[in-house]
């Protein structure tokens, strides 16, 4: 199973009336991560008068936040989020931080300036598939590493390891629809 996302972070910039309104978009794979970035926008964009975001993360309880932060309701935050609703992407933060010109734009004026600008930040980037992924841990000693390493490859499954003195720590990228083989790894291991 997949997912579509950003590859990387990317920006955009409009001018309405005055008003110049930069979109920041980034690929995010946790709350925190979103929190984080936000929190960081807060700190280096203090010339904002507004900073709307949208973010959604899939999972087996996907999350889908967005927040106007002071403009009026469903002018902003919310425009932004129909956005990543209608690409259709995940794994997603948009912010946006309007520097405000004097001149009020009125409820639809913000929402097609919000939501434009989400939109360029978009095509300034490119959209990926990725595949859904959890990622699982195993400890194995050194004589049944390449049996382990051995069924990674064979079932073209993405790991990484990490030798101590008298273990090797595997950390596997276990696609969704191969979770069933995790149970015949941790035999081998």
């Known amino acids: 199973m997949f997912y579509k996302t950003i590859l990387r972070p990317s920006s955009a910039k409009l001018s309405e009336k005055k008003s110049i309104f930069t979109a920041y ?9 979103a929190k984080q970035l936000l929190a960081d926008a807060k700190k280096n964009h203090k010339e904002a008068a507004h900073l709307p975001f949208a973010y959604r993360l899939r999972g087996k309880l996907p999350i889908e936040r967005w927040n ?3 403009e009026p309701s469903k002018t902003a935050g ?9 690409k259709e992407v995940t794994n997603i933060l948009i912010y946006v931080v309007r520097v405000y010109g004097g001149v009020k734009l009125g409820p639809a004026g913000l929402m097609r300036a919000f939501s434009t ?8 980037n490119e959209i990926v598939e ?3 992924t959890s990622e699982k ?7 049944h590493f390449s049996l382990v390493e051995a ?6 499954i993405k790991y990484k390891s990490d030798f101590d003195s008298q273990k090797v720590i595997v950390t596997i ?4 629809e191969k979770e069933d083989l995790f149970e015949e790894l941790s035999r081998l291991a």
Do not use: C, W
């Open 68 to 70: 106007d932060n002071g």
């Open 173 to 176: 990228e276990l696609p969704e």
């Open 151 to 156: 069924f990674l490859k064979q079932n073209q």
């Open 25 to 33: 978009a980034f690929p995010i794979n946790s709350e925190d991560e």
């Open 78 to 86: 919310f425009p932004v989020h129909k956005v990543l609703e209608q």
């Open 117 to 124: 600008v989400a939109q360029m930040a978009l095509e300034d």
């Open 130 to 132: 990725r595949e859904i």
């Open 137 to 143: 841990i195993i400890e194995t000693d050194i004589y």
